[in-house]
């Protein structure tokens, strides 16, 4: 389970290949484990600092479905969004965070 953790984080990081890396980190993100999940989204983020490239349509619905659906983790899909939108100039979830933190 620690590999699983740990490979979408290096491999977004450290890979060349953008698209393979996300589709890796894709892959990741239909894992049973909220915490591989998360690592998953957060991968996608250093795939988007690092190689400044994502296909919006494969990685917004998971990014969104994640945020809705993790609890104890949420900290990381809002990060991993977070900077996901500043280094692709995207806006995603804006309207999420604003009814969650409207409570």
């Not at 999420?96 to 933190?101: F, I, L, P």
């Amino acid at each position: 389970m620690e590999e699983l953790l740990v490979l979408p984080l290096a491999i977004g990081e450290n890979f060349p290949d953008w698209k393979y890396s996300q589709d890796l980190c894709l892959r990741l993100a239909e894992h049973p484990s909220d915490k591989v999940r998360a690592n998953a989204c957060l991968g996608l983020a250093y795939v988007a600092r690092t190689k400044r490239r994502l296909e919006k349509h494969f990685v917004k619905p998971i990014l969104l479905r994640e945020l809705r659906s993790q609890t104890e983790f949420r900290w990381r899909i809002e990060d991993a969004i977070k900077d996901i939108n500043h280094y692709l100039k995207w806006c995603l979830a804006h309207k999420s965070w604003e009814e969650v933190h409207d409570d």
